[in-house]
């Protein structure tokens, strides 16, 4: 899979001008993980979905030419087998991932989950927890919601472990 390149729709704030595109690769362990979002709010240059399929088949799943990886995960046990099997196909591939961003369903993480993220952690760069915001389900565009403090932080954070600059948000 080439990547693809995003133009993160903005508010047109002077704040919002004045955010960076950061150079960063997101993908998907699975389909519904909350990729497409993560790289409209952070704001990523590049969204490739979910790299689940290529996974099965066997094929590479990304060609990042040494920009940082963000794989976004939901928190279920089911997901961290996904992420599990992703971030090992990406390590046989020389890829590394500088984080793994575990977007919340709204339910609680299992102690499964919990458990199997734990194992993931020693082999990527960091982990970060993103929380549930409802309100994200409500919009076209992410960017026009006023995130909670703990969904800033968490945004902060992915954007520390890319090397993008933290402590932004609205």
Known sequence: MSLRQ??????????EEQD??????????????????????LPAAWDMGSIKP????????????????????????????DATAAIGALRDWEERVSALAIVSDGGPESRDATARF?????????VVRVPHVRA????????????????????????RLVGGSGERGR
């Open 136 to 159: 994200l389900r409500l919009v076209e565009d992410p960017t026009v919601v006023d995130l909670p403090g703990k969904a800033r932080h968490a945004l902060d954070e992915l954007r």
């Open 54 to 81: 290529l996974l099965e088949l066997g094929r590479s799943p990304l060609r990042t030419k040494g920009r940082p990886v963000v794989l976004v995960v939901r928190n279920t046990a089911v997901a961290a087998k």
């Open 118 to 126: 734990a194992l993931l952690n020693a082999r990527v760069g960091g």
């Open 20 to 41: 960076e595109v950061l150079d960063v690769v997101v993908a998907g362990a699975h389909g519904g993980a909350g990729t497409s979002t993560l790289t409209a709010l």
């Open 6 to 15: 995003t133009e993160p729709t903005r508010a047109s704030t002077a704040q």
